[in-house]
């Protein structure tokens, strides 16, 4: 786990405390993120599955790999280079499982 604090610290590219609006901004958009995924999931095998041809089939799949691939276009569109060279820099989070989680 991040350590919580009254400040977000980014210590040698490494995430050292999180505050909790931060926290709180962070898990909200997981949380939208997942909601979206799952309802393109549902849309998009109801769309596949009443597609007929398999010429239309695969223009639709493209057609769906191009929708879920928006964020990360808006990301790398909108967002400034010296943010996403910080957001690349960053270690990734070590996660500690219980056992019975890792078996």
Not at 84 to 92: I, Y
């Amino acid at each position: 786990t991040i350590p919580r604090a009254s400040q977000s610290t980014i210590i040698e590219n490494r995430l050292a405390s999180l505050s909790t609006p931060r926290l709180v901004i962070v898990l909200f958009s997981f949380a939208l993120r997942i909601a979206i995924a799952s309802i393109m999931l549902v849309a998009g095998v109801n769309w596949l599955g009443r597609t007929t041809s398999i010429t239309e089939l695969m223009l639709n799949a493209v057609a769906l790999n191009g929708i879920m691939d928006v964020d990360e276009l808006l990301f790398a569109g909108f967002i400034p280079v010296s943010v996403r060279q910080s957001v690349r820099k960053l270690e990734a989070i070590k996660m500690k499982y219980s056992r019975s989680r890792s078996q």
